[in-house]
């Protein structure tokens, strides 16, 4: 069910619609644009999806698809039922064209020649359509490759149309001779030519000289400076013409009529494939839209759901390409848990562009159009889709945009269930602030007890507060750069938004006296309210940022594992390939080398005491060793090369698995690590364990010492101690005595961002540790206890912090942490 009547238009989708009919070929398709509809049935849904989905694959691909003559010849086929009717020659050519285009499609979408299905939902819609080949070659022997009819059609006509030619070759060569000699007569100028007026050869001739050729005036200029003569030696000619195409046609029409009458009983069927022509029509069109917007074929699920990465509202979207632009992407989340979003944020801020998304997104994917997200986003199905959006005052109804507002609420509170999806722009405007606001969280709490779904935008304190702390309903809210501005369009789910109503009439140049006042009378703890909302905003805006840092890392962390693994692996293929070319090699330089040996000492006896020749098969044979030497270095020097290769890969690996260093155990000794006597300063070097003793190297002494004399050293430990027995300069020392005398234990980091806190506090703790302070405060407020949580993970990383923990109840609580120094 879809509320209101005039939903299309409030979402957009009549515009959609428009922009799918418009890539239609035919009026085939058109008619199934007009009759798309909002469907809850989810296997027609997911069919409809799938048969765009892959039509985008085939528009991408590389294969033409068959797209030629989408003609709607259906009225033609209707016309034709009763007996005695034909079809002419421009609805037999296009019959001809589009049953061929039918065909063309169904060939396409057959199985190739292994049996493979590329496009088995498509292949399913082609499945039981018939074509007709026999239909398309009766047509090919009557009409010619411009759709007419040939002079082969029939005998008769063939007769008709050469009796025609002679005849007209007989009054051409007549004219001709008229016309010459009444150019010769100066009768007529040398440039005319015979002219055919009203179906007849004639001569043109200046008034003045028509009485000069025999033969009747059968018309005039418009000018009447020419009049056309029909000589009388063709007029004849000309009657004989005018009878065979009279004769002609007779004969066209009794060629069509015999044709009409053998497609007569096949108009059905081939109505019925032009059904499947339209369909075709249709979800090409909705291919080329899902292209151009970038649309996908998400996951759905027949269940109630909203999890959308990157979605994209597409008429925004094409509107803001045409100028350069990027359109800033939507991530939503509705779940069984949190159905009921409530967005507050700045005006101009993307609220309504939010909502306005999420409605026409859903209607366009019930309607079986693929949308623009992210391929991860999962999709689910509603019956009931309520929008109440725009100003809907009415003067002939008497209705106010208020009692408006209350009349479509009426009817969603009446009507809503698990399965409806709400989308309400501005809940609770339009009447006195604080009676709209109490209507509009009744009516919340009413929505959320239906267990129904929904976006609703807002700028209420009260329905803030109350989706807070009602399960069902979750907080969202637009970001926006309190620095710049300017809105972010980002939506943030979690936290309520701020309107920034102070910051914008600051910007806009109201007067300082003005906006005092106005904060004067809303109280202070409105404006901290709002201060922290902004706050929580600009945190979770920070740490999403380092979130996505980290992602991206991450993901560029994993692509260079792959590529340095696939990199190993073409390396382990290629030793072994080389590796087996070179014992092959091997083997056969041996076998030469063997047969090189026997020749040679073959050749010496033959030579029997010939030095010169023995000399000879010497150096021959010293050349062929020195040959096989040379090919064993390079053999080496490959074999070192890979060895290096390997030893760097595998350090890599290490690098990159490297992880963080075992945790420091205080009650476990062993070999290697640092120890020093309980109450003694020397640090030395565990060399041995002998059950209950540790042999210990304290620098060049070596001593035999029982474990429970020994306590175990960090490293910190051990730099503290090296420090503390640093030498220090006069001035240097003076230097940290000045810093003592200013150093004040107390620091204040309250409205601060959380990078810039960090930054401020790590300074202090080590001025703090610098100077010996045992004691210092950090005063950080309680509001989220976001700061204070990152305070604390950050002093739990310094060695020098032994503990840290609240401030006493009196003295500000949770608002200040007491840090203890070592």
Not at 303 to 312: E, S, T, V
Not at 476 to 499: E, T, V, W
Not at 593 to 600: M, R, V
Not at 788 to 797: A, D, K, N, V
Request: proline share 3%; hydrophobic share 35%.
């Amino acid at each position: 069910m879809i509320y209101p009547s005039n939903f299309e238009q409030k979402t957009g989708f009549d515009k959609v619609r428009l922009l799918v009919s418009d890539k239609c070929l035919s009026p085939l398709g058109k008619e199934r644009v007009a009759d798309m509809s909002f469907s809850t049935d989810f296997a027609f849904i997911s069919n409809e999806l799938d048969l765009v989905d892959e039509f985008v694959k085939i528009q991408q691909g590389e294969t033409d698809f068959p797209a030629n003559y989408f003609f709607d010849v259906r009225y033609s086929l209707k016309r034709i039922r009763p007996e005695g009717t034909w079809m002419d020659e421009k609805e037999l050519f296009d019959l001809k064209r589009s049953l061929q285009t039918i065909h063309d499609i169904i060939r396409f979408f057959q199985p190739d020649e292994d049996g493979e299905i590329k496009y088995p939902a498509l292949t399913a819609l082609a499945g039981d359509i018939l074509v007709f080949p026999q239909l398309v070659g009766r047509i090919d022997t009557i009409l010619d490759k411009f759709g007419k009819v040939k002079d082969s059609a029939s005998p008769e006509l063939q007769t008709i149309r050469r009796e025609m030619t002679i005849t007209m070759s007989n009054i051409s060569l007549n004219l001709q001779s008229i016309l010459r000699a009444a150019q010769s007569e100066g009768v007529v100028d040398k440039d005319v030519t015979p002219t055919m007026r009203d179906g007849r050869l004639m001569i043109p001739v200046a008034p003045a000289f028509k009485r000069k050729i025999k033969g009747i005036v059968h018309d005039e200029s418009a000018s009447g400076k020419t009049v056309f003569i029909e000589p009388e030696s063709v007029v004849e000619a000309n009657n004989r013409i005018r009878e065979l195409e009279g004769e002609e046609k007779r004969e066209i029409i009794r060629i069509l009529t015999d044709f009409t009458n053998f497609v007569r009983p096949l108009v059905p069927d081939i109505l019925q494939s032009y059904e499947f022509l339209a369909d075709i029509d249709f979800i090409r069109a909705k291919a080329l839209f899902a292209i151009e917007i970038q649309g996908i074929r998400p996951v759905v699920e027949d269940k109630q759901q909203l999890d959308w990465a990157r979605a994209i509202h597409p008429l925004l979207y094409l509107s803001l390409k045409k100028q350069h632009k990027e359109v800033v992407p939507l991530d939503i989340e509705l779940t069984a848990e949190k159905r009921l979003l409530i967005i507050s944020g700045p005006n101009a801020g993307g609220k309504s562009v939010c909502l306005k998304t999420v409605g026409l997104l859903q209607y366009m994917l019930q309607c079986g159009l693929l949308v623009p997200m992210h391929e991860s986003s999962r999709t689910g199905l509603f019956e009931h889709l309520f929008i109440d959006i725009g100003d809907e005052q009415s003067i002939e109804n008497d209705l106010s945009t208020y009692s408006s507002h209350l009349t479509h609420m009426k009817y969603f509170v009446r009507n809503c269930n698990e399965r409806t999806i709400l989308l309400i722009d501005e809940f609770g405007s339009g009447t006195e602030p604080q009676i709209g606001g109490a209507i509009a969280e009744a009516l919340l709490n009413r929505f959320n007890q239906h267990k129904s779904f929904g976006v609703i935008t807002t700028h209420y304190q009260n329905l803030k507060h109350f989706a807070e702390d009602t399960p069902g309903i979750v907080n969202g809210a637009m970001l926006y750069d309190r620095h710049l501005m300017q809105p972010l369009f980002k939506l943030a789910i979690g936290n309520p938004g701020s309107s920034f109503a102070i910051e914008i009439a600051r910007k806009i140049g109201l007067p300082e006296d003005v906006i005092a006042e106005a904060t004067e009378k809303v109280g202070m703890d409105y404006i901290n309210m709002d201060k922290y909302l902004q706050d929580i905003v600009r945190d979770k805006r920070y740490w999403e940022s380092k979130r996505q840092n980290i992602r991206q890392r991450e993901k560029k962390l994993e692509d260079i594992i792959a590529r340095y693994e696939k990199d190993l692996a073409e390396v382990n293929s290629q030793r072994k390939e080389i590796v087996r070319e070179a014992k092959a090699e091997a083997a056969r330089i041996l076998s030469e080398a063997n047969a090189k040996i026997e020749n040679t000492i073959r050749e010496i006896k033959e030579a029997q005491a010939e030095k010169e020749r023995t000399k000879q098969a010497r150096q021959e044979l010293q050349s062929f060793k020195d040959s096989v030497s040379d090919a064993q270095e390079e053999d080496d020097k490959l074999a070192r090369k890979m060895a290096k290769l390997k030893e760097r890969a595998e350090r890599k690996k290490q690098k990159q698995k490297a992880s963080a260093q075992p945790e420091f155990n205080r009650d476990v000794i062993e070999v290697g690590d640092s120890v020093r006597l309980k109450g003694q300063t020397s640090v030395g070097t565990v060399l041995e364990l002998q059950e209950k003793q540790a042999t210990v190297a304290f620098g060049m002494i070596k001593s035999t010492v029982k474990l429970d004399r020994l306590e175990k050293v960090s490293k910190n430990q051990i730099k503290k101690e090296i420090q503390k027995s640093t030498f220090v300069s006069e001035q240097t020392s003076e230097q940290m005595h000045e810093k003592r005398l200013h150093f004040k234990q107390e620091i204040d980091v309250r409205g601060m961002r959380g990078d810039e806190a960090l930054q401020t506090v790590t300074y202090f703790i080590d001025d703090a540790i610098q100077v010996g302070a045992q004691q210092v405060r950090i005063l950080h407020g309680t509001g989220t206890g976001i700061l204070r949580q990152l305070i604390r993970e950050y002093l739990r990383t310094v060695p020098g912090v032994k503990n840290f923990h609240d401030e006493h109840v009196q003295f500000g609580g949770a608002g200040i942490t007491v840090v203890e120094l070592e």
